[in-house]
């Protein structure tokens, strides 16, 4: 396949939101070509803070570390909101559960608003301290960075500028707070940390884990590291955008392994899964149809609630 780039492109968003004209549209090119060949793109020179990403790591090694039954507080049945434990989520194409345990926090608002009749409250935990602030913060600044990438991609799909970030305005967005504990002896063997997967959403902002494991699928079915600096962010591209570009830009195929030898310490990521509101509609871009649209056009809520039955979230 002719490529542009042999690496996964390292984009700086400083260069897209303050640079000049050239600037800007090699930006927008290196996005579409890098999420075109390899599904990911690493993002540097963004305005999430190392003082917030650090607080957040903090945050979220304190809550796992509580005790099981107290998290167990938290558990909603369909996933979307609160603590997820470990072993219930599975990829769609496997048997095996992954090795892993989360947290979600989805958007957050007032109580009145008319958000309240479409998606569900947040949970928030006592403890640890801080735990409420710091997340909308961090929801708050990764779904900045997410929407100013949402937008740096639409002139390449011939869509106005705000196409995207029109449909993520009060998007059914979820942060999800992940940890992957020291694999445990007697694990399924079958299991790995994460299997191989597509996101459902749109794009996902991942914040780099704190120890490896992260690979994608690259065109030509290779798997390759996705290892960054931990100051910089992960952006890669779900089934959601898939769908309404026609494969043009494919939802790219991820997963996370196990630690390879002596090492097995918990491993810690957060991504952010950006997702349109919930009547959007997915339907495919005059752009991309070439020789005809391949998914019926179907709303978001409706795709979405479809693959969490698919991974062991709702029934
Ligand atoms: O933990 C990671 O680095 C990636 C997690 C992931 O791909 C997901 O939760 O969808
Ligand atoms: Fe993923």
Redesign the pocket.
């Known amino acids: 396949m002719a490529r542009k780039y042999d690496r996964v492109p390292e984009l700086s968003l400083k260069a897209y939101t303050d640079g000049d004209l050239t600037a800007r549209r090699e930006f927008e090119e290196a996005l579409y070509e890098g999420f075109k060949y390899f599904g990911f793109i690493i993002l540097k020179d963004h305005k999430v803070s190392r003082d917030l990403l650090q607080r957040a790591y903090d945050k979220s090694a304190e809550f796992f570390a509580l005790p099981e039954n107290y998290k167990m507080d938290f558990f909603r049945k369909d996933g979307q909101r609160g603590y997820t434990p470990f072993g219930r989520e599975h990829a769609k194409d496997s048997d095996h559960p992954d090795l892993k345990e989360f947290w979600h926090v989805g958007r957050e608002f007032e109580a009145g608003s008319a958000l309240e009749k479409i998606y569900p409250a947040n949970m928030w935990p006592e403890k640890p301290e801080g735990f409420r602030q710091t997340f909308i913060e961090l929801y708050d600044a990764l779904e900045d960075a997410g929407l100013a990438m949402l937008e740096a991609l639409a002139p390449s799909l011939d869509v106005p500028r705000d196409f995207f970030r029109k449909m993520a305005t009060d998007g059914n967005s979820i942060l999800?707070l992940?940890h992957y504990p020291p694999v445990p002896e007697g694990a399924d063997p079958g299991s790995i940390r994460?299997a191989a997967?597509e996101?459902i959403n749109l794009i996902?902002i991942?914040v780099a884990?704190n120890g490896a494991g992260?690979q994608l699928l690259d065109r030509d079915g290779k798997w390759l590291p996705v290892d960054t600096d931990p100051d910089n962010l992960i952006v890669d591209a779900g089934d959601m955008l898939a769908r309404v570009c026609n494969d043009v830009i494919p939802a790219t195929t991820?997963r996370?392994i196990n630690p390879e030898g002596s090492v097995n310490e918990s491993r810690y990521?957060m991504?952010f899964f950006m997702h349109p509101h919930s009547d959007a509609l997915l339907s495919c871009l005059d752009s991309c149809k070439g020789d005809g649209a391949k998914y019926k056009d179907i709303t978001a809520h409706e795709f979405l609630t479809q693959r969490l039955r698919e991974i062991g979230l709702a029934e």
């Open positions: 999800r992940l994460a997967h996101d996902t991942l884990a992260l991820h996370v990521s991504p």
